[in-house]
């Protein structure tokens, strides 16, 4: 499985791109071959305030339902409208094009307390 070095990951597999004080949110490349053949993507609202852990999407694959959690508390300041006709992209593309949303994080803490790729591959056994 691909794990790039310079994201950082959530236990419910998810990652997060730090782009300044918003960070871009994504499901792993663990948690798409998991999932298998995704077909459906339920992105969030702009404006939408997350908490962290708490659902905020869902993705629904041939094989089941699954909700995607918040890795940080924050503000969808913007999201990957591509998802809605074009969900198999985050099987295709997972660190790239088949990116979730974008959030305005309120503390920028938490991404210290995220998981490195070393942390997310020993939870994963890659």
């Excluded at 659902?55 to 508390?73: G, M, N, R």
Aim: charged residues 25%; contains cysteine.
């Amino acid at each position: 499985m691909d794990t790039p070095a310079e994201l950082r990951y959530s236990s419910d597999h998810e990652w997060i791109r730090v782009e300044e004080s918003k960070v871009r949110v994504g499901i792993t490349d663990f948690a798409q071959d998991n999932l298998g053949d995704v077909v459906f993507v339920q992105i969030p609202e702009v404006g939408a305030v997350v908490k962290s852990g708490d659902s905020f999407s869902e993705v629904e694959s041939t094989k089941s339902v699954s909700d995607i959690y918040a890795p940080v508390d924050g503000t969808v300041v913007e999201v990957n409208e591509l998802l809605e006709s074009q969900p198999e992209l985050l099987n295709s593309d997972p660190y790239g094009d088949g990116w979730i949303c974008v959030i305005e994080i309120s503390d920028p803490t938490q991404v210290d307390g995220l998981l490195d790729a070393a942390g997310y591959q020993a939870l994963t056994g890659d």
